[in-house]
C-alpha cells in the first residue's frame, strides 16, 4: 500500500461496509436504493458500491435538509 492511501477508507464500499459507515442496516439501505432516497449507488458486475464521497455527500445533504425543517 502507498503512503498516501494508508490510513483512508477505501474509495468503494460494499453495500456492507456502506451500512457500517451509515450505522444502518444493509436492509434499510437497499429499500432506500429501492426508493431512490438513499445514498448514489451502482452496480459493478453482480455487486452493488458506494463512494465514499458520495456517502459522505449524502451525509451532508441529510444533515442541511434536517437543518432547513427546523
Known sequence: MTDHLAG???ELLTITEAADLLRAP???LR???H??????SF???RRVLY???DLH???AQQHAQAL???
Do not use: Q, S
Open 43 to 45: 452496480r459493478l458486475g
Open 57 to 59: 455527500a449524502w451525509i
Open 26 to 28: 444493509v436492509a434499510t
Open 51 to 53: 463512494r465514499t464521497d
Open 68 to 70: 432547513d425543517r427546523r
Open 8 to 10: 483512508r477508507e477505501p
Open 31 to 33: 429499500y432506500w436504493r
Open 35 to 40: 426508493l431512490g432516497t438513499g445514498p448514489r
